[in-house]
């Protein structure tokens, strides 16, 4: 959404994929942003990542977004 502009609900979905398993997981949520919010807004998830390898990337639904910049690996130790 625009800074300043008309507001609404952000949806967003976290996507988690094992690379060992090939296992999906998808965590859904939303955030209602004012009219005129200048922002910066922060989203978490408070998922457990698999011990294994994988990434994580967030999805935002509505309105449409996404970008490979959002896309992170995690290896757990």
Known sequence: ??????????KYSWV??????GVVTT???SV???AGAQGPFTITDSYVHPTSKGTVYVIFTTPSYASPSLQQSWTCR
């Open 1 to 10: 959404m625009q800074a300043g502009g008309p507001g609404g609900t952000v």
């Open 32 to 34: 209602v942003v004012a």
């Open 27 to 29: 965590h859904s949520g």
């Open 16 to 21: 988690y994929k094992d690379t060992n398993t």
